[in-house]
């Protein structure tokens, strides 16, 4: 970054907004317990799963859910921003697709599932665009045009039905299938509506009409098909058996580094201010100064991406992004809501000096596919964008030396449940639509 920029984000440290908006550091939460969960039965659990791996629910019927959610990959895609529809593969080895080449890469990184289906997950997204609401139809927000129908049981049920009605993630673009067309045409409700015509190629296939018919569902219904989703995700992606969860019930399951970095998260550090509670988040929505890169998200600028802002439509919120939570956080790299940082650590001192180390950007630390043919930077080459990113930063800087950072690194790895997403149903061999699998891991 020119000294233009190092020089003016110095200045505005200065006028960062004050930080008591945001909470103290807390105690140690209690231990995690079965009834922090929604339960479902076994059978609605292995019609999510194989769902959640079938390519029909993609408007081309070659994107599923697992295609940017993949268990071998920390239940994201190992990339700062996917290849969605137009690409082929997993992970770094996802490829654009000669003749139909992707419009732009998703504007987020993948977010991983770990403890979704925990009851106190009721906020959706990086941006909130999901979120449990009394206000809203049937207790949940949705985006505009995306109302439900009926109701479901959590807010994960709803998101589950979202990205099946991108174009760029898994509905595909106008003229390619009937799905496409309809969202385009912003056909969403009813039989004639997208999630009509995916539920009813659902309904089509003999073994999930039966499987659904086993579990008291004898007409399918998009809301089933992402209550299904959330049972796989909430009991398959459940991660509380780390050795942090053993010490809180009592178990001398934590080195000395670990027990000292956790001494700091909750104390010094003030990592707990945000990342409170049993899953290390307080499911609020912060201004941190990530850089921004990939093509935004809807902003006035075009390759902006303010966040929360664009859903509360309030000011004060405007480059504030949902607080992620902790669990397993070793394993879902890249890091931040654009995937900015590939390695944890970067993005743990990113919180120590944000104003210094936006000003300070190395972009090879985002993880980006190698042959989409994009302009990544523009965010970061507006000299002004980044001046708003830097103004909005509502964190202060914490003071640590390397030694503190290593605990503190110590103490993040603590909170890894070796055996979330390998000890459940696995990935299945085949799914009812017969349609091919992306089961294989990449090499890192």
């Not at 004050?18 to 609605?44: C, I, K, M, N």
């Not at 999901?130 to 009926?150: N, S, V, W, Y």
């Not at 509380?240 to 000395?256: C, K, N």
């Not at 950007?361 to 080459?381: F, G, H, Q």
């Amino acid at each position: 970054m020119s000294n233009r920029f190092a020089i003016a984000l110095g200045a505005a440290a200065l006028c960062m907004v004050a930080f008591g908006s945001v909470g103290t550091a807390g105690p140690l939460p209690g231990p995690v317990t079965d009834d922090d969960f929604y339960q479902f039965p076994e059978a609605l659990v292995g019609l999510g799963r194989d769902l959640f791996f079938d390519p029909v629910l993609s408007g081309n019927k070659n994107i599923a859910c697992a295609t940017c959610h993949h268990p071998t990959l920390g239940t994201g895609d190992a990339l700062s921003l996917s290849i969605g529809e137009g690409g082929a593969g997993l992970g770094a080895l996802r490829k654009v697709m000669a003749g139909n080449i992707p419009k732009a890469l998703i504007p987020r990184n993948a977010p991983a599932l770990f403890n979704l289906g925990a009851k106190e997950f009721t906020v959706m997204f990086h941006d909130g665009r999901t979120a449990k609401d009394h206000r809203a139809m049937f207790g949940i927000r949705m985006p505009p045009g995306r109302t439900l129908e009926r109701p479901v049981i959590s807010p994960l049920a709803a998101q589950n039905i979202l990205p099946i009605l991108s174009p760029d993630e898994m509905a595909g673009q106008p003229g390619e299938n009937d799905i496409a067309d309809a969202v385009a045409a912003e056909r969403i409700h009813g039989p004639d509506g997208a999630w009509g015509l995916l539920a009813n190629r659902v309904r089509k296939i003999p073994e999930y009409n039966a499987r659904f018919s086993d579990v008291g569902i004898e007409d399918i219904h998009i809301t089933d098909i992402g209550t299904a989703l959330s049972a796989f995700i909430g009991m398959e992606f459940r991660a509380t058996d780390s050795p942090f969860d053993r010490f809180l019930a009592g178990e001398d399951t934590m080195s000395a580094d670990a027990l000292d970095g956790m001494d700091l998260f909750y104390g010094k550090a003030r990592c707990s201010t945000c990342h409170s509670g049993p899953f290390q988040t307080d499911h609020e929505f912060y201004a941190i100064g990530l850089p921004q890169l990939g093509p935004g998200k809807n902003g006035n600028v075009t390759y902006a991406d303010t966040g929360h802002g664009l859903v509360s439509k309030y000011l004060d919120d405007m480059y504030r992004f949902r607080t992620p939570t902790l669990r397993n956080v070793t394993r879902t790299a890249p890091y931040g809501h654009n995937g900015a940082y590939s390695d944890l650590e970067d993005m743990v001192r990113h919180h120590l000096d944000p104003v210094g180390s936006l000003a300070k950007y190395d972009r090879s630390a985002a993880k980006l596919p190698a042959d989409m043919v994009a302009d990544d930077w523009m965010a970061m080459d507006d000299f002004d964008e980044v001046m708003r990113i830097a103004e909005a930063i509502e964190i202060p800087d914490v003071s640590l030396d390397d030694v503190e950072i290593a605990k503190i690194m110590a103490f993040l790895q603590s909170l890894t449940d070796p055996s979330a997403g390998s000890s459940g149903l696995g990935l299945p061999q085949s799914v009812p639509s017969g349609l091919p699998l992306d089961l294989v891991q990449p090499p890192s």
